[in-house]
Each structure stands twice: as C-alpha cells, then as structure tokens.
Nanobody
Framework: VRLVESGGGVVQPGGSLTLSCAAS????????LGWFRQAPGKERELVAT????????NYADSVKGRFTISRDNAKNTVYLQMNSLKPDDTAVYSC?????????WGQGTQVTVSS
C-alpha cells in the first residue's frame, strides 16, 4: 500500500499550487480520500475530503473558496488545487485514504508560502 504525494514547493502569497497523491497497492477507488496538513508546532488538521464516488466534498473553513479537491479513479490519484495561497497555508500536506477500519497515509509534501 502506497500513497505518494507530489507538487509541493515554495510559492509567493497569492500564488497557486496543485498537489497530487498517487495511490497503489489497494483499490483506492472505493476509499474516501482526503488531504490533511500540519504546520510546525500545530496539530494535524483536515483540509479537504472527497467521497469514493467523488460526489461529496468537504473543506475546512479556512480553505473554502480557495482550494478544490478532486479525484481521478482511473488514475488512482487525488488532487488538491490551491489558489490564493496565504502564509498560514504553509505546512506539510499529506493525503489519506479511508474505508472502514483501513486508514492509509502518505509521507507528505512541504508547501511553503512566503515572499
């Protein structure tokens, strides 16, 4: 079972990034997928989730209107489009796959928003 994130980096405030998370080793299409983040000295927090069929999405209030989660089950990949980035968005972003008692995590990718 693997979840591999990519797309992180350094971006100026107001900029955009798209994160990707490629799943392998399990039937990710039947899992709810999500993005979480953890900033230094803070607890991990939910950013966005999407149901297995992709019909329902959920966002943290702090990212509503700026971030969009999507998935491509044919590619076993979940995406996080991040626009209008703020310094407070700086964190390690990790993807998660969840179904019943199965809960998988990626290693994370660093996003730094700084001028």
């Amino acid at each position: 079972v693997r979840l591999v994130e990519s797309g992180g980096g350094v971006v100026q405030p107001g900029g955009s990034l798209t994160l990707s998370c490629a799943a392998s080793g399990f039937a990710s299409g039947s899992y709810h997928l999500g993005w979480f983040r953890q900033a230094p000295g803070k607890e991990r927090e939910l950013v966005a989730t999407i149901t297995s069929a992709g019909g329902i999405t959920n966002y943290a209030d702090s990212v509503k209107g700026r971030f969009t989660i999507s998935r491509d089950n044919a590619k076993n990949t979940v995406y996080l489009q991040m626009n209008s980035l703020k310094p407070d968005d700086t964190a390690v972003y990790s993807c998660n796959a969840n179904r019943w008692v199965n809960d998988y995590w990626g290693q994370g990718t660093q996003v730094t928003v700084s001028s």
